[in-house]
């Protein structure tokens, strides 16, 4: 697929990540936009399965560019995440370069002259030719763009965030070894963080701030019947409701829009012609993951039903 450029307008971004099966709000089309525009990196923030990954592989299928993906970690450090040194062919080169040696210094007058040319050759050891890219420097070094995707920013350490500041600024990192490598083609940058911890203020004012929160009904509506096709719109609208009821709940772990397709899925494979007690206390581990959030649902289950019914019928 062919690269395509920035768009030229906030409904062609939403059209295109349509057209992928991602259904975006106003905002974050318009954050997108923006971030084309202005070659600027996006942090999205947000609870888990709200679709911020998936925002960042929907602009690499839409705009048919590599995708690139750092999963943060606790400790995660430049080694994993720009570059590192090939040990194992830099040892093979000390041991062609032990062997030649009479070769190399035979012509030597002087042993400064010796050392020189010794210093010549060292220097080789690190060169390009013994970097092993990771995924920021490779997404650097991409001829036609990318998208890097930094995912679970917040999993990092702190001290992680100033090995992101350079390339989040300037799309360009300094290896003391090489110099300064600058992009080919500016990356679009996706960062995502579950909030498990405060980014720092230097990170944050090199992005632009994107939240994506549970969505409202009639947009989640439209996620589920781009995803699972095979639904009905009564069970759709019926499905959503009794989601939007559940989040009221002072719960451990909300169901994200990621339960709300798996939910989907699952009630059109059972071939469930609407919402009913049964089907709903046989089917909620797949919407909720914890034993004392689905004790704490089932009492409403009955309620929360008649009233996503209700909706179904005057929606």
């Given at each position: 697929m062919a690269d395509i450029g920035p768009s030229a307008s906030i409904e062609a971004v939403e059209s295109g990540l349509a057209a992928q099966g991602y259904i975006a709000s106003r905002q974050i089309a318009t954050a997108v936009y923006l971030a084309q525009q202005i070659e600027k990196p996006i942090l999205v923030?947000?609870?888990?399965?709200?679709?911020?990954?998936?925002?960042?592989?929907?602009?690499?299928?839409?705009r048919g560019m590599k995708m690139i993906r750092l999963q943060c970690y606790e400790g995660l450090d430049e080694a994993k995440a720009l570059y590192e040194w090939k040990y194992a062919k830099q040892l093979l080169y000390t041991q062609i370069l032990k062997d030649k040696l009479g070769e190399v210094l035979g012509g030597a007058p002087t042993l400064e002259a010796a050392l020189n040319?010794?210093?010549d050759f060292g220097d080789v050891f690190f060169s390009k030719e013994f970097v092993e890219p990771r995924p920021?420097?490779?997404a650097l070094e991409q001829p036609a763009g990318c998208v890097l995707l930094v995912?679970?920013?917040?999993?990092?350490?702190?001290?992680?965030?100033?090995?992101?500041?350079?390339?989040?600024?300037?799309?360009?990192?300094?290896?003391?070894?090489?110099?300064?490598?600058?992009?080919v083609s500016p990356p679009t940058v996706i960062l995502t963080s579950n909030s498990e911890r405060d980014l720092g203020d230097a990170l944050k004012r090199r992005c632009l701030h994107l939240h994506i929160g549970f969505p409202e009904q009639k947009l989640e509506e439209r996620i589920v019947e781009s995803r699972v096709p095979g639904i009905s719109q009564t069970l759709r609208r019926q499905m959503v409701g009794f989601i939007n009821e559940v989040r009221t709940l002072d719960l451990k772990k909300l169901p994200s829009v990621s339960e709300t397709i798996d939910w989907a899925r699952v009630l059109v494979l059972l071939q469930a012609p609407e919402l009913g007690h049964g089907v709903v206390k046989d089917t909620l581990n797949v919407l909720l993951k914890y034993e004392a959030d689905i004790e704490a649902t089932m009492p409403q289950?009955?309620?929360?039903?008649?009233?996503?019914?209700?909706?179904?019928?005057?929606?």
């Open positions: 923030e947000g609870p888990a399965g709200v679709g911020k990954t998936e925002l960042a592989k929907a602009i690499a299928a839409w040319q010794l210093h920021l420097l490779q995912d679970e920013i917040d999993k990092s350490d702190a001290e992680f965030e100033s090995l992101l500041l350079e390339i989040l600024s300037d799309f360009q990192v300094t290896i003391p070894e090489l110099g300064t490598v600058v992009a289950v009955s309620t929360f039903i008649a009233k996503a019914s209700r909706q179904g019928v005057f929606g």
